[in-house]
């Protein structure tokens, strides 16, 4: 399994420069997009069912020695972020295939895809942090060109608000990443988990922990870094949006738990209060920033970053606890607003328009796409048996465990107005006297979305699996030593 893991960048990588050779046919074009995204699906599970044991599958590349060579890492955490990335970035290509027309510049659209693919699985796999920078460097890129995909005014002003953002942060990763060597000597994440235990929490470990931090945040749009979020979801193609909330979001949100866990355990502890007053921040700020909006994709936006500030809070509370929440929740939230945002396109292709007041009436209109949409905010709303309730839940038991009475309060008030903004964006569109003309969409649209809406009710009924496999995954966080001596011993 180890002579695999490669395969999750280069895989994508040769697929994108394929896919641009032969963007001219169409029907070639996404047919071996979709086989090679089928593929990649198939490889992350099997990895998947082979970390499932606990065993941790290390790739070195090139004949450097540890800790100086490049390694490639799997363990259960790897392992369900790279399905996750697979399966969200699977049904977002599959639905792309019926939702862009020829006029919209479709032939480059599947190369990027896989690029972005590439530079997020490469961010899952990688063991060390520069690396990481460098995966981080090819998403923002792909990312910029999904962006401004259209080419229109609005489009490539959001594209260059997102990259100068992006660029800071980058600037300030390799500070982060300098401030590292200077201190142990290394950038292996396996050596850095040693060696920064050695040096402790000093003031200037201190310092760079909260530096990752900032570069974490913009990625992962936790305040006061999220305000780029709301504009790329409205913005950008609705596949590209999927992607965007299911997976981009969720590769801070991997690094920022990572750090908490393997490199900066010690100066996480020092930063716990500033974590959560972030995490609750960035909980409150989605939650009412909902409230003014008309348009479905904005307030599926806020929603999103109301949603990253509860993760966030449960891998802010340090304890296994909520190391097992936050993958719960983010497993969750990635199936379960893909298929919002994916619902969403399906709708303004009937409708032509994510306008609530003129969506009236939609469940007269289109009652298929209106169940579905319903099934997601439902669970998003915290509705039980549904995965979202059970993702709220096991986060506020995480916060009320640790004692942090407070914060967790304030999260579970802010519920109240995930329930009302839910609630009332489902009556806005469903409900009412139909307006305008409904069009047709094909299967392939409604089968994309129905496949992610899904894992909204199969996540909450087998809430005994997901739950137990993310306090495997916890278990594994909490105690590195295995992950440390398997770089080690691949080196």
Known sequence: MSDLLPLFAAGPLLAGVVLFFVRRNARLQESLSLAALAANLALALWLLRETAGGDIFVHRMGFWPFPYGILLVADRLTATMLCLSAAVVGASGAFACQYLSEEQRREVFHPLLHFLLMGMQGAFATGDIFNLFVFFEVMLISTYALLGFYYGLDQLEMALKYTCLNLIASAFFLLGVAMLYAQVGTVNMADLSVKVREVGPTPLM?????????????????????????????????????????????????????????????????????????????????????????????????????????????????????????????????????????????????????????????????????????TGLLSLAGIPPLAGFFSKLFVIQAGFAQGAYLSTGIALAAGIFSLYYNFSTYQRLAWGAPKGETGSAPAAMYAAVAFLASFAVIFGLGVPWLYGWSQLVASQLASPAPYIAAMRLAG
């Open 206 to 374: 201190v310092l760079t922990a909260l530096t990752f931090v900032f570069v974490f945040s913009v990625k992962a749009a936790i305040f006061p870094m999220q305000l780029w979020l709301p504009s790329a979801h409205s913005i950008s193609p609705t596949p590209v949006s999927a992607i965007l909330a299911g997976v981009l979001v969720k590769v801070g949100v991997y690094a920022i738990l990572r750090c908490s866990t393997l490199i900066f355990p010690e100066p996480f502890q020092r930063i716990q209060a500033i974590l959560i007053g972030l995490a609750v921040a960035t909980i409150l700020y989605g939650a009412l920033g909902t409230l003014p909006q008309r348009n479905l994709k904005r307030i599926l936006a806020y929603s999103t970053i109301n949603q990253l500030g509860y993760i966030v809070f449960a891998i802010a509370l340090l304890t296994p606890a909520g190391w097992a929440a936050a993958v719960f929740y983010a497993v969750g939230h990635a199936f379960l607003k893909s298929s919002l945002l994916l619902g969403a396109g399906l709708s303004q292709k009937l409708t032509g328009t994510v306008d609530l007041d003129d969506m009236g009436g939609l469940m007269e209109r289109a009652p298929f796409s209106t169940l579905l949409l319903l």
